[in-house]
Structure formats: C-alpha cells, structure tokens
C-alpha cells in the first residue's frame, strides 16, 4: 500500500457527486500512481464552470511508513497522545472522587451544622462564609482545600445561601494577601487542570472562633 498525501489550499468550485469523484480520481491517477499535476491547476476539472473561480492546487510526498505499517510521526503523536490521556484519566478519576466527597459535604446532617448556619447568616462578608466553609470540611470530612466552585456549592446547597464563584474568589484572594497575617493561603489544585485550592492560616481559624463564638 502507498501512502500519499495532499494538500488543498484554496478550492472555489461547484460540482456534482460524481463529478467531484472523477476529478480525485484523475487527480490521483487511476492506478494509484504519482499525481498528474504536481504544481498547476488540474486539467481534469469538467467542462462548463466557466464562471466560477478554481483553484486546486495539490502536492503529493510518500510518508515514511515504520516496519508495523505505521507512519513513524504518527506512532510518535500516538504515543504523545497516550501519555496525555493518561494524565486526563487519571485527573478525572481523581475529580470524581472531589465531586463524591463534596455532594457527601452537602447531604450529611452534622449536629454543628445549626452553629454554622447561623455564623454564616450572621456575617454578610463573602470571605468569611467561605472560610467557615474550609473550616467545616476540614474539620469533619479531612478536606484540607477547596477551590470556590466547591465552596459556592456547599454554601448553596447546604446552606441555602447562593454567592457567586467571582465573590468568593475575590474573597479569598483579599484574604491570602492580608499584609502581616493572612487568614487562607492558596496554591494551584493538583486534581484540576485549573483553579486555585484555598486552606485556612492559623490565624484563619482563630479568627473563625469569633465568629461561630459569637453564634453559639
């Protein structure tokens, strides 16, 4: 089997079915062999499109065909390839497990979730909702970080209380670059090609005992 490849660079043309497959046909020669025109316009177009512009140009090389009867540049974008999917497989799985533990923040019944509903109602800054957010997955379901889709989500869904994602990251970006004591600190998540994993500071969680002191 010969390989051959062909590059179209402009076409302006209408055909009909069977037009379009004698022009390949002559194009590419009838056994196979070396194209007809390497450089020019192809003769082979039909009679009777006068008014209409062509412009065909076509180029013909083999491609180095591997021993396996594989070209070697595509066994080198396979490989290139497998190697990603990999990493996206592996990223996906690692993602659904994020998306299982989150759903499981959301549904389960704790006996402090009344202490944190009413310090998050109390307040009405972004940031210390989403604080009080890390705070509670830290605390009872060993989610050290979250990044604010998943914030946004437990506040809506286990709260009843909706803020945008912009809010909350803008929140948490104000409050991991408080000079002298930031309250989260913040780092690229490395189960998501995008976004940014926020964790309480020390001083995060003393500032949090104010305020869920202040709802008891």
Not at 3 to 17: A, P, S
Not at 24 to 39: F, H, I, M
Not at 45 to 51: C, E, I, V
Not at 100 to 128: F, H, M, W
Request: hydrophobic letters at 40%; glycine letters at 10%; aromatic letters at 2%.
């Amino acid at each position: 089997m010969r390989r051959v490849r062909i590059k179209v660079t402009e076409v302006e043309v209408d055909l009909e079915d069977s037009q379009v497959a004698e022009v390949l046909d002559r194009a590419l020669g009838s056994e196979g062999g070396p194209l007809a025109a390497q450089d020019g316009a192809l003769a082979a177009l039909p009679r009777g499109h006068s008014a209409v512009g062509v412009a065909l140009k076509t180029a013909a090389r083999p491609v180095a065909v591997a021993p396996d009867g594989r070209g070697q540049a595509r066994a080198r974008a396979k490989k290139k390839r497998g190697s990603g999917g990999r990493r996206a497989r592996a990223l996906g799985e690692e993602g659904e497990q994020r998306r299982d533990t989150i759903e499981q923040v959301c549904s389960t019944k704790l006996p402090q979730d009344e202490r944190y509903n009413a310090a998050i109602r109390r307040t009405v800054k972004a940031g210390d909702r989403a604080m009080l957010v890390l705070r509670l997955a830290k605390e009872h379901f060993k989610l050290d970080g979250l990044v604010p889709p998943e914030i946004v989500r437990i506040l809506e869904r286990k709260f009843a209380t909706p803020l945008k994602t912009s809010q909350v990251t803008m929140a948490l970006v104000r409050a991991a670059d408080a000079k002298g004591s930031p309250l989260v600190a913040g780092r690229r998540a490395s189960w998501t090609h995008k976004g940014t994993e926020y964790w309480l500071t020390q001083d995060g969680m003393s500032h949090l005992e104010t305020l869920l002191g202040a709802a008891s």
